[in-house]
């Protein structure tokens, strides 16, 4: 085992930063290794937004959920899909690529590639000594958050990255079975050991919360999951993505 893949096993969220902002070189090593990220077809359909004013990291963390920690970090980045620059280069290249950008495929590019930006940029992080934690709480308020940060058409908001240094260590997580994950050759859908797995699993994150929380709390992760998803969520959000310009064909 060698040190890159120690620190991503060892990856957990950080939820409590020290008051120390990154400088401005951690900043830009972070999202020169987040642009070393796999592209589709070189495509580059992602925008990173830095935020340090202390004002506008508050609102931030207002339209997120009240979470105190998308204030009070060293640095936060919003990781967009960004298809605007494209417009760009249909002028520049005098080419009608406006169907293409505002395609289903498009989108899906642009948040694949804004997704393994970030992955790169959180595990340069966390090489560095910093802790993270991603914020989807942005979706919350999609419209506000993409107003606040004057971001243009055919472009969104997908999520935040808090950065800092950890003042507080939490233990890692454990994930789902290996097994329960990789399938070879064929998608596994035997009912009775894909459902063995997860009930050892909720074993697994029983105990992990039990421990964790010195016996308050104990609860399954299938029963977490079924509390999360038996009311949909965010249900305005294909149609601010479809007004943003993107995913309309």
Not at 85 to 109: C, L, Y
Not at 191 to 205: A, C, M, P, V, W
Not at 215 to 229: C, E, F, H, P, V
Request: aromatic share 8%; with cysteine; charged share 25%.
């Amino acid at each position: 085992m060698n040190t890159t893949i120690e620190t991503i096993l060892q990856h957990r969220s950080i939820r409590k930063f020290e008051d120390k902002p990154l400088t401005d070189e951690q900043i830009k090593m972070i999202v020169e290794c987040a642009q070393a990220a796999s592209t589709s077809s070189f495509i580059q359909a992602y925008s990173i937004i830095g935020v340090k004013n202390k004002e506008k990291k508050k609102r931030l963390a207002e339209l997120a959920g009240n979470q105190p920690y998308v204030e009070d970090n060293g640095h936060f980045f919003i990781f967009c899909a960004d298809l605007h620059r494209h417009e760009h280069i249909g002028e520049i290249e005098n080419t009608e690529v406006k169907g293409s950008i505002e395609s289903m495929e498009k989108f899906i590019v642009a948040t694949i590639d804004a997704s393994l930006a970030a992955q790169n940029a959180s595990i340069a992080a966390e090489s560095m000594g910093l802790g993270i934690c991603y914020i989807g709480g942005l979706r919350n308020n999609m419209e506000k958050v993409a107003e606040l940060l004057e971001i243009p058409s055919h472009a969104i908001p997908l999520f935040g990255l808090a950065v800092g240094y950890p003042a507080q260590q939490t233990d890692v997580k454990p994930r789902l079975p290996y097994t329960n994950v990789y399938h070879e050759e064929v998608y596994n859908t035997d009912k009775g050991s894909y459902q063995k797995q997860l009930q050892e699993y909720n074993e697994t994150i029983s105990a992990y919360y039990h421990t964790r929380t010195s016996g308050k709390r104990s609860d399954t992760w299938t029963s977490q999951m079924a509390n999360m998803l038996k009311e949909p969520k965010r249900m305005e959000m294909k149609g601010f993505v479809e007004k943003s310009g993107l995913a309309r064909k």
